[in-house]
């Protein structure tokens, strides 16, 4: 069985910072893509940024320059270092990987963090 544990969401003001992480947990053999997800109310869940096991990254265009995502391989963790934060960013965080585990690849589910940008 494969778990994908979120932390770090909350209420920020905007212009504020929040670090979001994702620890995979299981019996994993590798993670290519791990990536962050996010659905505000009313919306489709749409990608935030998404990173390899090599490194390379994609960011949606509304974060770009505002958003930093990496990832420890050692620690099957990844994180969403989140500065300059709007109120347009509030929604719920989705941490999302590509998981191989006895010859299998599939995608699984964090079970989503609340982020809430306000004054």
């Known amino acids: 069985q494969v778990q994908l544990v979120e932390s770090g969401g909350g209420l920020v003001q905007p212009g504020g910072s929040l670090r979001l992480s994702c620890a995979a947990s299981g019996s994993i053999f590798s993670i290519n893509v791990m990536g962050w997800y996010r659905q505000a109310p009313g919306k489709e869940r749409e990608l935030v940024a998404a990173?390899?096991?090599?490194?390379?990254?994609n960011y949606a265009d509304s974060v770009k320059g505002r958003f930093t995502i990496s990832r420890d391989n050692d620690k099957n963790t990844v994180y969403l270092q989140m500065n300059s934060l709007e109120p347009e960013d509030t929604a719920v965080y989705y941490c999302?990987?590509?998981?191989?585990?006895?010859?299998?690849?599939?995608?699984?589910w964090g079970q989503g963090t609340q982020v809430t940008v306000s004054s």
């Open positions: 990173i390899t096991s090599g490194g390379t990254t």
């Open positions: 999302n990987a590509e998981i191989t585990r006895f010859g299998m690849r599939r995608t699984y």
